[in-house]
């Protein structure tokens, strides 16, 4: 059987033998197509890897950018937190030196007296005065009272409400946002069945006792005098007023889950010169002690 095929002649060095050795054509034409495959192969190989690698440089340039967005938002979150502090601060603040210099505005009255108008004041200017002046004498019971107090009484030194602490004094995870970014946590948290009674840790007058903003939700803030004054956050009902006095023990309201929580629970802070310290050294005494004398409210 005839068949084309190609020769290949293989010269030996030393002995000078020849061989001859045949190739058919189909053979030369597989090897080549073989040849050509795996050049095909290879080529799809590097231009895959060079995707991978693509790939790979764009994820970790992304990760690197989402560590960095990342920072950026708890650095922008700890700000906001902390103006929210402030603020529900200021609205404190405020609240008082607006009652005081309307107080002040009351007592004083207009440079002319002939803008007075009538000398004789209606029924509803006189009910507005009578509570007006209410306000404002409770607001002076705290300068009349502080001197009443004794000192052991007055720095907070029992557990306003009794249960497990949830949350810790300090850096902490935000327990919203699920990534582990750090918040400063001004007080503790001390979780407890809704409608629990909150108590007065020491004695004092109430400054503040509404909802406000930054998260507290309904908040009772006490002054104890000498620059100590305890937060009582998350309430679900209020129990006293602007200026009113209270003692080791009083009832201020009720624990809840008002503002930015997660479940029931009392925020309770301790601040000393109006900056957060820890709050566990005044909270030695777990149980409830009210002052058995010197209840002579003036109202």
């Known amino acids: 059987m005839n068949q084309e095929y190609f020769v290949v002649v293989l010269a030996h060095s030393l002995r000078g033998r020849l061989r001859r050795i045949h190739i058919p054509h189909h053979a030369v034409y597989a090897i080549l197509a073989l040849a050509l495959f795996g050049c095909i192969s290879l080529f799809g190989l590097a231009a895959s890897y060079a995707r991978m690698a693509s790939k790979v440089a764009n994820y970790n340039a992304l990760r690197r950018e989402a560590d960095s967005l990342r920072a950026r938002y708890q650095s922008l979150k700890k700000e906001v937190t902390e103006t929210h502090q402030q603020l529900a601060t200021l609205e404190i603040y405020a609240k008082e030196v607006s009652i005081a210099y309307g107080i002040k505005q009351k007592l004083e009255g207009p440079a002319d007296i002939s803008a007075e108008g009538a000398l004789v004041p209606s029924f509803p200017e006189s009910l507005q005065d009578y509570n007006f002046l209410r306000s404002g004498d409770l607001l002076a019971v705290r300068s009349r009272t502080a001197r009443r107090f004794q000192p052991v009484n007055s720095v907070p030194s029992i557990w306003p409400v009794l249960g497990p602490l949830g949350g810790g004094f300090g850096s902490r995870a935000d327990p919203f946002s699920g990534e582990g970014e750090r918040e400063f946590h001004t007080g503790v948290d001390i979780r407890a069945a809704t409608g629990a009674a909150v108590r007065a840790t020491g004695d004092g007058i109430v400054i503040h006792a509404q909802m406000t903003s930054g998260g507290y939700g309904r908040l009772v803030v006490v002054d104890h005098g000498a620059g100590y004054q305890t937060y009582y956050a998350h309430l679900s009902r209020v129990f006293v007023q602007v200026g009113q006095e209270v003692r080791r023990g009083d009832s201020l309201g009720a624990v809840g ?39 002579d409210f003036p109202f």
């Not at 929580?261 to 009210?290: C, S």
């Open 257 to 295: 889950s008002s503002g930015r929580v997660t479940a029931p629970h009392l925020h309770y802070e301790v601040r000393v010169g109006g900056n957060p310290r820890k709050p566990y050294p005044f909270m030695k005494n777990p149980t409830y002690q009210t002052a058995s004398a010197n209840k």
